[in-house]
């Protein structure tokens, strides 16, 4: 079946304006979050969507970042104002969200974001 | 302490040789582990589950140590297309949501 799916797969952006970066999850997952990595680094945990629970949000680093995501399926994460530091690639992943694999995690292949 | 703890290597083992990769967490409440490799400049994608019997996938084990706090990986006959990092992941859960901690990884380099 179709995994999970991002857009763009690059977006290179000025500093100070704002981006939009799309998921579709894995079709009836009910579990999404969004990570990000920088070169070299390991998976910073941005949020965390479970089904019409209210997100967990702990992991994003600013008020200039935010994600929903409609009818349960696909998500945007927003970031308003971009700065230099927000260069790196954007995760996306999903799973199951019940069942013995409830928390098995499948990724998009990213969206390596670059501001200049 | 961190959460989840990894030796980051690198691990340069030559072709057929045995490997294992050890990844400590600081929660004794952590309820599920995974172990994820990640190609350079690819996302990462799931390997194995960690159960607490122990499991086998062809030339992969993963084990679960609850008392001493750590998961294992280990790698038999290792090809050279192992050569990746190996993430481990711990889940608990707290505050009602899920949560998820990604070790940093333990880079494998297998050589001809």
């Known amino acids: 079946g179709a995994g999970v799916s991002q857009s763009p797969s690059n977006k290179v952006t000025e500093k100070g304006k704002d981006v939009e970066l799309r998921c579709d999850p894995i079709?009836?997952?009910?579990?999404l979050y969004w990570y990000r990595q920088s070169l070299g680094q390991g998976l910073e945990f941005l949020i965390y969507f479970q089904g019409n629970s209210a997100p967990d949000k702990s992991g994003l680093p600013s008020d200039r970042f935010s994600a929903e995501r409609t009818g349960g399926s696909v998500s945007t994460l927003t970031i308003q104002r971009t700065q230099q530091e927000d260069s790196a690639v954007y995760l996306c992943a999903s799973s199951p969200g019940t069942s013995l694999r409830a928390y098995e995690q499948y990724f998009g292949p990213g969206t390596r974001l670059t501001v200049t | 302490r961190k959460e989840v703890e990894q030796d980051p290597g690198p691990f340069n083992v030559p072709e057929g040789a045995t490997v294992a990769f050890n990844c400590t967490y600081s929660n004794s409440a952590s309820q599920s582990f995974f172990w994820y490799r990640q190609d350079c400049r690819k996302e990462p994608k799931l390997l194995m589950s960690v159960y607490s019997s122990g499991n086998e996938d062809g030339r992969f084990t993963a084990q679960l140590n609850r008392a001493s706090q750590y998961i294992s990986l280990l790698i038999r006959d290792s090809k050279l297309s192992d050569s990746a990092t190996y993430l481990c992941?711990?889940?608990?859960?707290?505050?009602?949501?899920?949560?998820?901690?990604f070790g940093t990884g333990t880079k494998l380099q297998v050589i001809p």
């Open positions: 079709s009836g997952h009910t579990a």
């Open positions: 992941v711990v889940n608990n859960l707290g505050g009602g949501y899920q949560k998820v901690t």
